[in-house]
């Protein structure tokens, strides 16, 4: 018999931020409105910043999904954040990626542990649902009951 999963009992927490030195964040901030506008508590950062503070930030604000924003190549950094995140125990914490990722990059940060990869021209309502579904998912996080 499987033990009952706790309701949640408070809104998502969502931090949506920029590593490395990609300063373009226009498209972070509509998808930032966009949570806040559902319920969600977001946490919206400054661009620039490092693996690390993204870590303490999360860690300290006990986020249930981190949004990076990468219009540039700084993508390439997540698979860092990632494993950053599993060493603070924060594994159950979801990320997702926003912006230009080509394919074969998009596969990299899955591999990686990324939840998902949201290209240009996706639909706020889209990434809203997504984001919700996740936080649910490390709301139950046995980590956090």
């Known amino acids: 018999m499987m033990p009952e999963l706790a309701e949640t009992t408070r809104p998502a927490r969502v931090l949506v931020t920029k590593i490395g030195l990609d300063g373009h964040d226009r498209g972070s901030r509509v998808v930032a409105a966009a949570l806040r506008d559902a319920g969600m508590e977001v946490i919206y950062t400054a661009p620039w910043q490092s693996i690390d503070d993204v870590v303490k930030l999360a860690v300290q604000e006990d986020v249930d999904v981190i949004g990076i924003s990468s219009l540039a190549t700084d993508h390439l950094l997540v698979p860092k954040l990632m494993t950053a995140l599993g060493e603070a125990d924060m594994g159950h914490v979801g990320v997702v990626v926003g912006g230009i990722v080509p394919?074969?990059?998009e596969q990299m940060l899955r591999e990686a542990g990324?939840?998902?990869?949201?290209?240009?021209?996706?639909?706020?309502?889209?990434?809203?649902?997504?984001?919700?579904?996740?936080?649910?998912t490390a709301q139950q996080h046995p980590e956090r009951l």
């Open 103 to 105: 394919d074969d990059e």
């Open 114 to 136: 990324v939840d998902r990869v949201f290209h240009p021209g996706s639909k706020l309502d889209d990434i809203v649902d997504f984001v919700r579904e996740r936080a649910e």
